[in-house]
């Protein structure tokens, strides 16, 4: 019979999570004690904060692989950095799990988390662990961009091009566990394009494209017959099912598309899809509704 967490204990659990955790020259003093330690952003660089949580039953399932939870709890918190073209440096980790969960099933999620976090040059530096219900798993996470280099929702004017970056809909198939977090494509894109307005999109194209436009405070003209739909899917999916984790960005009419071709060609998995354009006030056709509410009623 597996060992649970309640055979090993708390102390025994943590030493278990932190000892193969990635550490830097920018952390002074990692896990293990009350508090981490780290070196401030770099000069000329503003700190940037994020946290963000998985609970079982809504984003993963009992039967979802352990190493694809840990990835996933990591990868959405990169994706809200890559939305704001911001370089992600440390996290802390919070997991609350019933006493009956396996040992082999938490080393699993945190290994999933940190081969992750070495790949985006993340640094794992502490967090807490407490008796629950159900499996929960928090990431917080701080980073920094250059002063005022930062790429908001809001910022978009009218006349502004909106575009994803990829294929939508489906991303239960698996993608909503596998998928590849656009920071270092959020940098380029940040550097060669200058979006005025960007998000990452995690609910759903109809719930966060009519929130893009209502940031900037302007009406919106969306074209559904250009949203690029991932094979097999429909409209539909691509507008409700959520999790695609796409950039939806906005861009000047006057971009021209060598500019684009340019960014492309840095990465094979990168596209831009225009699908709608931003108005100085709303348009007579309804935008999409719909989408992921964790308080209210999807489709």
């Keep these: 019979m597996s060992a649970t967490l309640a055979d090993i204990g708390e102390d025994a659990l943590v030493r278990l999570i932190t000892r193969h955790l990635r550490q830097d020259a ?25 946290t963000d949580t998985l609970v079982e039953g809504v984003h993963f399932t009992p039967t979802t692989p352990p190493r694809l939870i840990g990835r996933k709890a990591l990868a959405r918190v990169l994706s809200d950095f890559a939305a704001m073209a911001a370089t992600p440096r440390h996290a802390l980790v919070t997991l609350i799990a019933p006493p009956t969960t396996p040992v082999a099933r938490v080393r699993a999620i945190y290994q999933g988390l940190s081969r992750l976090a070495r790949d985006f040059g993340v640094c794992v530096v502490g967090g807490e662990t407490s008796r629950g219900s159900q499996l929960i798993l928090s990431v917080s996470m701080s980073g920094h961009v250059k002063t005022g280099k930062w790429i908001t929702r809001s910022a978009a ?15 239960l198939r698996g993608w909503h566990l596998r998928f590849h977090p656009l920071v270092k494509e959020a940098a380029a894109i940040a550097q060669h394009l200058r ?10 194209l109809a719930r966060d494209l009519p929130r893009l436009a209502a940031s900037c405070g302007l009406g919106l003209e969306w074209w559904p017959e250009k949203i ?19 950039l ?26 225009p699908i709608g354009c931003l108005l100085p006030r709303p348009s007579k056709a309804p935008a999409p509704r719909g989408g992921w509410d964790h308080f209210g009623r999807s489709p």
């Design 248 to 273: 939806l960005l906005a861009l000047p009419p006057s971009l021209r598309t060598e500019r684009l071709a340019q960014v492309q060609g840095l990465f094979p998995r990168l596209r831009f899809f």
């Design 157 to 171: 004017r009218p006349g502004d091009v909106l575009y994803v970056t990829g294929r939508l809909g489906g991303s």
């Design 228 to 246: 690029p739909l991932n094979p097999g899917c429909t409209l539909h999916q691509a507008l409700h099912d959520g999790e695609d984790y796409q």
């Design 26 to 50: 920018d952390v002074l003093l990692g896990p293990g004690d009350d508090c981490a330690v780290v070196r401030p952003p770099p000069a000329k660089h503003e700190q940037v904060l994020k």
């Design 195 to 204: 979006p005025t307005a960007m998000m990452d999109l995690s609910d759903g």
